[in-house]
């Protein structure tokens, strides 16, 4: 069973960085791509950056480009999400998943299986 704990949210200013982190298990990890995603109340839930198998391409949502950089460590079943140049916008509960795919200009996945997320807040 795919399972993801995510990790690294917290309260920030508008300007500031976050690091988030998530920990798979229960798959081959190094055989699927993984996302992160992130929602807020009464939205669904969106696709913020997606990262291949090898780690060698990634792809990030519009609002989050230049400021978000996603990797992994395929020996250690983990991905990260490296986040900089925080808006308020950017307030969300985020979550790690595999299977993330593009879709058009979005980024989905056919899974669903997700963790419990970590807090992101960013206010002054």
């Known amino acids: 069973q795919l399972q993801f704990v995510e990790s690294g949210g917290g309260s920030v200013q508008p300007g500031g960085s976050l690091r988030l982190s998530c920990a798979a298990s229960?798959?081959?990890?190094?055989?699927?791509?993984i996302g992160w995603f992130r929602q807020t109340p009464g939205n669904e839930r969106e696709g913020v950056a997606c990262i291949s198998s090898s780690g060698g391409n990634t792809y990030y949502a519009d609002s989050v480009k230049g400021r978000f950089t996603i990797s992994r460590d395929n020996a250690k079943r983990s991905v990260a999400l490296q986040m900089n140049s925080l808006k308020p916008e950017d307030t969300a509960l985020y979550y790690c998943t595999a299977g993330c795919m593009v879709t058009g200009r979005a980024i989905t996945t056919r899974l669903d299986n997700w963790g419990q997320g970590t807090q992101v807040t960013v206010s002054s």
């Open positions: 229960g798959f081959s990890f190094n055989s699927y791509t």
